[in-house]
């Protein structure tokens, strides 16, 4: 079973506000991702990191920032809410990129995101 | 980028019943993964399988990377198998493309 967190689970907030939606792992996993999910739709990557000091941008980057400064966390920061951004939110981790089942992602419980 | 595309999009069953998802992808992939997501949103992997065929119980899953298909196989399905399956490719070892789902509702 994988460890993996995320907080807060709900969280409404109004338009315009700063918000950061944390994600931890405690398995050690080098590579770490965020997905945004609509309700029962598609899940389209936001950001990913190969490791410590990596950041790289997925699909729908523009509008949010990420830092990997350890390895066990991983948090998505919302610089100015909209309510386009309501969503859930889902952080991932796999071990390494050494290939086999070691690419085998785990999920968080995820972020339900409402901006007014 | 690469195209991934899952069917039936919806599939409802009897209790007992055995069925069969598909993902087509457009590219050669290195990773592929099927997850099932519970009505909670929890999303859980069941299957690493780039290639060949594997099986868990009362799920298996098989993917012909050659004709870039996979198909996950669910045998007695049960009221607890509801939710949406989806099937995740990476190519080039960058991010995982998800399709859009199958909706599992399996009815007592």
């Known amino acids: 079973e994988a460890d993996i967190y995320q907080t807060p689970r709900y969280l409404v907030i109004g338009t315009g506000k700063k918000i950061t939606l944390e994600c931890s792992q405690t398995?050690?996993?080098?590579?770490m991702y965020w997905y945004q999910q609509d309700p029962g739709m598609e899940l389209h990557l936001i950001h990913y990191s190969y490791g410590v000091n990596s950041t790289e941008k997925g699909d729908l980057s523009s509008e949010s920032t990420v830092s990997r400064i350890r390895t066990e966390h991983f948090p998505l920061t919302l610089e100015s809410a909209r309510p386009s951004h309501t969503s859930q939110y889902l952080c991932a981790s796999s071990p390494t990129l050494g290939g086999g089942d070691q690419e085998t992602q785990y999920f968080g419980p995820g972020t339900r995101l409402l901006v007014l | 980028g690469i195209q991934v595309e899952q069917s039936p999009p919806d599939l409802i069953l009897q209790e007992g019943a055995n069925s069969t998802l598909r993902c087509n992808f457009s590219d050669s992939v290195n990773n592929l993964q099927w997850f099932h997501q519970n009505p909670w949103g929890q999303l859980i992997n069941l299957f690493y399988i780039p290639s060949g065929t594997k099986q868990n119980g009362r799920l298996s899953a098989t993917t012909v990377a050659t004709e870039r298909y996979s198909l996950l196989y669910i045998s007695s399905s049960q009221t607890t198998d509801s939710g949406v399956y989806f099937c995740?490719?990476?190519?080039?070892?960058?991010?995982?493309?998800f399709g859009a789902g199958t909706r599992l509702t399996v009815k007592p």
């Open positions: 398995m050690g996993h080098d590579k």
């Open positions: 995740a490719v990476d190519a080039n070892n960058n991010d995982m493309r």
